[in-house]
């Protein structure tokens, strides 16, 4: 272990420190743990690289699962859409026009109708669903898609907003408007319960002001979660589309009193931006830190020894018990390359958020312990063997708790009240209190677009109208003075 | 089970027979089983519905699982392509810039470089090779992407060939020309592996001639399943693109000489085309058939009541059957649908294809048993519910087994061997034997476009030179006569 130990002081010199330039800090971390880079050639687009998609798989996996247990079905639908498609919600062109990348020539003709690739799909599969439905026994229709969408944006940053991104979609279709909000409600507590259950991150469901909502939707949910500098994220959006893409595509279906009505619909969406939240939810100047649920190597083993018989020795131990946490459904790594020193595997599993590093040399394997060195800054331990996967598994639960509980905790405390638009504002222009730093604001506003608009000037809005009011009930809007039911949220936003 | 008697001697009248008209047949097939649509407003674009992608991601479960065995991480790469990237590779921009989307508008402006849709990514994914590679030591670079792309095919058809589709594609560097070699070889292999194991689709492992090789690769090898009308499918393909597009992209590392040397690489892919080869290979008049291995359901429990109190006692045994099916792993679905009678439950299931279908009624609870009907044409059976798990299992093991064999025997009895051009001629222009009908001929035959060229008209080609020669070793080529060293597989083809 004395190897090891200079490593651990090492400073990442590649790693700007947070405290310095946050959104350096971000892209370091992004770049050092190789979970993307920047594809200069294709503009705004990037790589995501093996270990980066690897988190990607995992977070699939997981929202996968529960899309199907509660009865979605995947399916594809064209990359390309008419051009007049988007044209039939007036909102939605409104709202994504500016972002279309047009196909014009394919296989070597000019096209007489223009494709734009999709920048979401309410439009194409809206044409199908009038395809498919007929009656409300086809109802609900409850579809979800994996798929890459392309929303040209003139500034982008690695994962967080980029010209192409990876997402899912669901699609669902409603004999009834009390169907389709329930539904719109349902998928934001499944995103919600994958934020803080497997990401650790810690989420404010809520509503969308009218000036944020989706374009074309008559409701859209969020959940918000808060970065180490204070900003927000949004993590997730569900949206009740009511009849509008219904009526734009004539999706009608026969009720059960035999007379045709247009369905009601939702759409809502995760995408790769997750993993953006992700790092900037748990990460520090070392490195990418991973709540254990979501790394796709959750322990990593860095054998020790000097001379060839130890190599043998400590190898053949490192692998037995490496085997013994497999069979556990752990997934583990040794690190077992020849001519890196043990520091280095060190530094490089820490970089890449690695959530356990666990040492074995010859005096480890002379006293039959190892040393358990978490990610997440928690004491390096010597632990016996016996018992070994045991041992981790509590660790790893620990680590995702305590992840979870020190960002709610960090929420909360960078959450504040104000009961004026002047206090509202000196709030929003501190950046003192840290680099960066931001801070929720719960303040009573009305849900109008004009009041949307003060907070502009600090690229602050306002995140949501909280489902849950956890403040203190009605209040007189900062702005217009009128009575409103409840505080938003305000914040500065990715 | 009189109830549903009559459902299995219904003709299934949306489903031209084979006999009649092999290609409609096929279409009737994928629309009954509610794989897939045409999306006519996106020209040569398909909708790939629930049932059709619950298959795709069973496959792709298969070849994930066995990509990661083999040492391979999935990545992921833009969608968009520089124009110019294309050009770089003289024979990989002929080959497909025909076929090319291109996006000139963007964010509301004309493009100066413009992108086209990815067609396959070994430019762009070159062009990051380049900055990755070094040293020996970044080699082997073993990457896979699971991604759309988009080619302007004239004619299309669901599955086998759309303007988009849904497929992998493996790209690796490798220190040596050897390595890369074997690696083309190990993934040929793999995708062998699913199409007969998983599949039950039995491949000839080849290599492609010239004429038919991909563009911009030195060595092309496929795999060739023969579809139930004798005609040929490719179904995947593995490259070695030799040092190709290394010199186009100026991937170069430095060897454990020291000097600069352009990496071997290898490409390889298998689509959703895999689907079409499937229906073809083992449905039948009724509809789908699916081997068990794949089926996203593998057995369908019909319950059979009249009365109300018969109805609760039936629906509780099959579902505590159902549950006991569903502990052994396998995907077990419930039709407890009201309003449809048993005879509609089993032809819809039917013609989904799903392997195995278990009616259970008052008289089968009395007896302690239930029926079993394999959809593959075995025999209707009676069977005891103890040990129901165990007999499922096996039935849909020897299922499984059979499927392959059945086309094992099919390819064998209908491929013949030819030795003069005038005999494959007379073959490939006999259609007599039965609708569209078609043969493999085992001929020799001069690796040399300018032979491929003469089995144009009859819209056949040299399929591959198999990489086993089964037949009878060197000989004079039927076209030039000068001598080659076996026999190559001619066949009509998808």
Redesign the interface.
Same mark, same amino acid.
């Given at each position: 272990m004395s190897k090891t130990a200079p490593a651990n002081k090492i400073q990442n010199e590649k790693i700007t420190p947070r405290s310095q330039d946050f959104a350096r800090w971000y892209q370091d971390v992004i770049l050092q743990a190789d979970l993307a880079e920047a594809?200069e #050639? #294709? $503009?705004g687009?990037? #790589?995501? $690289?093996?270990h980066g =998609?690897?988190i990607?798989?995992r977070l699939q996996a997981e929202l996968d699962r529960r899309f199907k247990a509660t009865g979605h $079905?995947?399916? =594809? *639908? &064209?990359?390309?859409?008419?051009e007049s *498609?988007l044209k039939r919600e007036a909102e939605h062109v409104e709202g994504f026009? &500016? /972002?279309?990348? !047009? #196909?014009?020539?394919?296989?070597?003709e000019p096209l007489t109708e223009r =494709?734009v690739?999709r920048p979401t799909s309410e439009t194409?599969i809206g044409?199908?669903f009038a395809?498919w439905i007929n009656s409300w026994r086809d109802l609900p229709l409850l579809?979800n898609q994996w798929?890459?969408v !392309?929303r040209?944006e003139?500034r982008t940053r690695l994962f967080l907003r980029t010209t /192409?991104f990876?997402w899912q979609e669901g699609h669902t279709a409603h004999a009834s408007q009390e169907e389709a909000q329930e539904e719109a409600r349902r998928m934001l507590e499944v995103y919600a319960e994958v934020a803080e259950d497997v990401m650790a991150m810690p989420v404010i469901r809520g509503v969308k002001t009218q000036a944020e909502k989706f374009a074309g939707a008559v409701k859209s949910y969020s959940i918000e979660a808060m970065m180490q500098n204070g900003w927000a994220l949004q993590a997730g959006t569900s949206h009740e589309l009511g009849q509008n893409f219904a009526k734009a595509f004539e999706i009608k279906f026969q009720n059960k009193s035999g007379t045709l009505d247009y369905v009601w619909q939702t759409s809502w969406g995760v995408s790769t931006r997750l993993i953006g939240a992700l790092v900037m939810t748990h990460s520090d100047d070392k490195g990418l830190v991973l709540p254990p649920k979501l790394a796709p190597i959750q322990a990593a083993f860095i054998p020790i020894y000097r001379k060839d018989e130890e190599r043998n020795a400590v190898l053949s131990k490192v692998h037995a018990l490496a085997g013994e946490l497999k069979k556990e459904g752990l997934q583990i790594e040794v690190d077992d390359r020849e001519g890196f020193t043990p520091g280095h595997k060190f530094f490089h599993w820490e970089q890449r958020g690695v959530p356990l590093l666990i040492e074995l040399g010859p005096r480890d394997l002379a006293a039959d312990s190892v040393v358990l060195k978490p990610r997440d800054g928690g004491p390096k331990q010597t632990q016996p063997v016996e018992g070994l996967p045991e041992t981790v598994k509590k660790l790893l639960d620990d680590m995702q708790t305590q992840l979870l509980s020190n960002a709610r905790k960090r929420m909360a405390e960078n959450t504040v009240t104000a009961n004026s638009l002047q206090e509202v504002m000196a709030i929003l222009a501190d950046t003192t209190a840290e680099k960066g730093g931001g801070k929720f604001v719960a303040a009573h506003v009305r849900n109008d677009p004009a009041c949307d608009a003060k907070f502009k000037e600090f690229k602050a809005s306002v995140r949501c109208i909280p489902l849950k009011d956890e403040y203190d009930g009605p209040g007189d809007c900062i702005i217009t003075g009128e009575r409103v039911p409840q505080r938003v949220v305000i914040g500065k936003g990715y």
């Open positions: 594809a #050639v #294709v $503009k687009c990037m #790589v995501i $690289k093996p =998609y690897a990607w798989e $079905k995947n399916a =594809y *639908f &064209p990359l390309l859409i008419p *498609f026009s &500016p /972002e279309l990348a !047009v #196909v014009t020539i394919a296989g070597g =494709y690739i194409i044409h199908f395809r579809i798929a890459n !392309v040209w003139l /192409e990876l």
